[in-house]
């Protein structure tokens, strides 16, 4: 069994740009949430998608916006970057009500 | 959202037995205790949960006060690879009741010696 994956493990961006991030969720999990952790901080809630669907978001604006494929994969996009995106982006995967279990991250780097 | 507290760290050596307390007097009766670690440059990995009994697996045991405003986690006999940092989070209902999110702190550093 596969478990979750996240694509890319680095990137380097600069402000005022856009990035798209990857999530593969652990096999026939049907939800995918979104944290992002910032330094030497616990993570933060972003949002989550079930069945293809926002359920969910935390304190997050806007330009934080994420989609979730048939297949349960899902992206996570951020528009207009700022230096204090700069973090490691988790997603988790689950069935509702279930463990959510973490993908290993992507870290994020604005310029 | 409901809140835990923990210490910062704590320390350990090897091979005796840690336990990690952490505070939630304002849990509610239907929230879950769920407990993640994270290593280093990893992402948190799921330790254990309970909602009111003792609960053991093979990675820990978890420790639930009879009130529920407090609980431990107990990991028998700590190796270098625990070290890591410790969560205690409650687990927080949406509307629509169906899916949750986990709500972290800040955790608890444990360090094992050698």
């Known amino acids: ?111 | 959202d409901a809140k835990t507290t923990q210490p910062n760290s704590m320390e350990s050596n090897e091979e005796e037995p840690v336990h990690l307390p952490c505070n939630h007097s304002t849990i509610s009766g239907t929230d879950y205790i769920h407990w993640y670690r994270q290593l280093p440059s990893q992402g948190p990995e799921y330790v254990i949960h309970g909602l009111t009994s003792n609960v053991n697996n093979r990675m820990a045991s978890l420790a639930i006060a009879e009130d529920r405003k407090s609980s431990t986690l107990i990991l028998h006999r700590a190796t270098l690879r625990d070290a890591a940092v410790y969560y205690c989070i409650l687990r927080d209902h949406f509307m629509g009741g169906s899916n949750y999110k986990l709500t972290f702190g800040k955790g608890t550093l444990l360090t094992v010696n050698p």
């Open chain 1, 1 to 111: 069994e596969t478990g979750v994956t996240q694509s890319p493990t680095h990137l380097i961006k600069t402000r005022g740009q856009q990035v798209t991030l990857r999530c593969s969720s652990q096999s026939g999990h049907n939800t995918v949430s979104w944290y992002q952790q910032a330094l030497g901080q616990g993570p933060q809630f972003i949002f989550q998608y079930y069945r293809e669907e926002e359920n969910g978001r935390g304190n997050f604006p806007p330009r934080f916006s994420g989609l979730q494929f048939p297949n349960y994969s899902s992206e996570l996009n951020v528009n207009a970057l700022e230096l204090d995106d700069s973090a490691l982006y988790l997603c988790a995967s689950s069935f509702p009500q279930e463990t959510q279990y973490f993908g290993p991250g992507t870290r994020l780097l604005v310029l």
